[in-house]
């Protein structure tokens, strides 16, 4: 039996800018415990999303963060209202801005992620990240969604009760 790889856990409180000037790659879980505007737009999820990223300095100069986050949710399926499993996939595309003014001068090819001190909280960009990919709606795969099997039997039912009916009706009438 092969264990499962134990995931490093992420920084929470990192320094972009330096992280930018050593060309760093991180890698890791970041915890969702207190992931609360995610948690409340989920019935559940994992307890760690999964993140890589590397920071550096593109061509045109910008402070630059690519990566990506997963993380396995559990949303309500619109169809049939139970829990439906999703794994949550963002690519991220990220200029670092010192404020609002410099981050509305970012390509458009960069998300502004503003950082107005040294230290930032990854944890929340991460969050906002995989909010970002959260679907709007969310429901089953059709053959696997019971909202969509009680349909059918209740069709199959309404095609199975006729000859009983037909039958009732013989045994009525004799
Ligand atoms: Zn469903």
Redesign the pocket.
């Known amino acids: 039996m092969s264990t499962p790889p134990v995931r490093k856990q992420l920084p929470r409180h990192v320094e972009p800018r330096k992280l930018v000037t050593q060309g760093a790659s991180l890698s890791g879980n970041a915890p969702t415990a207190e992931m609360t505007r995610l948690a409340d737009a989920v019935i559940s999820m994992d307890e760690g999303a999964q993140v890589e990223l590397q920071f550096f300095r593109d061509q045109e100069g910008h402070a630059t963060v690519e990566g990506k986050v997963g993380l396995e949710i559990a949303l309500q399926?619109q169809?049939?209202?139970?829990p439906?499993h999703k794994t949550l996939a963002g690519e991220l595309h990220l200029g670092i801005a010192w404020d609002e003014e410099r981050a509305e001068k970012l390509p458009e090819r960069l998300e502004p992620w503003i950082v107005d001190t040294d230290v930032a909280d990854l944890f929340t960009m991460v969050e906002d990240e995989l909010l970002l990919a959260l679907p709007i709606v969310a429901?089953?795969d059709e053959d696997?969604?019971?909202?969509?099997t009680s349909y059918s039997t209740g069709q199959f039912e309404d095609t199975a009760e006729n000859p009983f009916g037909i039958l009732a009706q013989l045994k009525t009438r004799q």
């Open positions: 399926c169809r049939c209202l139970q439906v429901y089953h696997q969604c019971p909202g969509t």
